[in-house]
């Protein structure tokens, strides 16, 4: 067993770091005018082109840093750290792309990789959330061997500046679950109404309607009747940088908070001698370190698993979903003692520690609540017991 980064994990990091560091100085503008200027965002993403973090999750040969999963929760870990969502300027497309046909990635991944285009995910309606097997939204044929496409979208995250949408849609009469490509300049395509959130985040998340939507049959992305097992698959890659993100963001929490209690003199000495604090600094070195070694582990397992085994999926993603439940509910609790141990000016905005608290809250709810987690824990522990899910991989299953 090796719990030490190489050097080339180190050197990711460091870059990674570096980039959070470009990044940070534009926390302050997007908190207080609810998003950036057009400068500042192209400023940004000459940052992730310089120090080549653009696409983490998509191949060298089409554009992206082509990082394994291991390498990309080394990054996220670290972007993780900015508030305002700022992590989410650093492009990464959504992984049901790594479907597309050599067309498709012509017009969506390549340039999308590069910077030029954006996707967002469109799977929750008003009435499919936790259940997006029940999405309504439906893809009926017409006479030309396409589709029109009808329904509604809700939380579209980085929908109001996506140029082009992955839809699960219902394949009609059949009713196939499938993924479509719907360029968001198609006639039809409107957004309806873009909610303010308890965060404040770089970019929106718009409800959409689509209303009769012609596509031709080469919207259609990994196959008519793939759409779940794309959605899971996608559920999976980003529960794990969820896990990274989360923690690096309760890393920033608790350094802000220890270097306060140290500085911070009530009672005649820095709260940081007081024991309830230091109970506060204790639990949440535990709640980081536990979760942090957990994702590194489980990430590594993702890049030695065998892709041919399907049982062995089955199994990451639970463990998946323990990393997500995890960091997620871990980092809430780190981020609300920062805030404890700020006293009143954890509530201020203009401190870090009150951001990161406000935006910590969606990760027990989005790409899967907590609850949703743990049934998809138990759930397998039921079906295929717990050994795999509680020890580590056997040589044997290794590549
Ligand atoms: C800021 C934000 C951004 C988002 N971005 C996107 C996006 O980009 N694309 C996208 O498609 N979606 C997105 N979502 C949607 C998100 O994935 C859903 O909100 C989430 O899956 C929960 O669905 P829901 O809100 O409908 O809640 P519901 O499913 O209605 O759940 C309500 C409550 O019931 C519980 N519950 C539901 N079913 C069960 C069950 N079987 N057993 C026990 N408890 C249960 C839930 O855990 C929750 O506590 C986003 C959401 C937010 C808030």
Known sequence: MEFAYTPALLELKN?????????????????????????????????????????????AEYGGAGLSILEQVVVQDEL????????????RPANPLAHA?????????????????????????????????RAKTTATPDNNGGYVINGEKWFVTVGDVADFLIVLAYVEPEHEPTMFLIDV???????????????????????FVFDNVHVTSDAVLGGVGQGLELTRDWFTEER???????????????????????ERVQGGEPIINRQLIQGMIADSV????????????????FDNADPNDATMRKTLHAKAATVKLAASEASNRVVDRAVQIFGGRGYIRDYPVERLWREL??????????????????????????????SFPNPADEK
Request: hydrophobic share 40%; net charge negative; proline share 3%.
């Open 240 to 262: 794990l940088m969820i896990g990274a993100r989360t923690i690096g963001a309760a890393e920033r929490a608790l350094t802000l908070a220890v270097e306060w209690a140290r």
């Open 15 to 59: 870059r990674a770091r570096d980039l959070t560091e470009r990044i940070l100085p534009f926390e302050d503008e997007c908190e207080q005018n609810n998003g950036l200027c057009e400068q500042s965002h192209a400023a940004i993403k000459q940052a992730v082109l310089d120090t080549g973090l653009q696409a983490i999750n998509t191949p």
């Open 80 to 91: 993780g750290k900015l508030t305002n969502a700022l992590w989410d300027a650093v492009w």
């Open 185 to 207: 300049d198609t006639p039809g395509v409107k957004i309806t109404n873009v909610p303010r959130y308890t965060h404040t985040f770089v970019y929106e998340h718009p409800e």
């Open 361 to 390: 809250r969606v990760d027990r709810i989005w790409e899967g609540t907590s609850e949703i987690q743990r049934l998809v824990i138990a759930n397998e522990a039921n079906k295929r017991g717990l050994e795999n899910l509680l």
């Open 286 to 301: 535990v709640d980081i370190t536990t979760n942090r070694a957990l994702t590194h582990q489980v990430a590594w397992e």
């Open 101 to 133: 046909t050599a067309q498709q990635r012509e017009r969506y991944l390549i340039p999308e990789a590069r910077g030029e285009r954006r996707d967002a995910v469109a799977i929750s309606e008003k009435d499919a959330g936790s259940d997006f097997s």
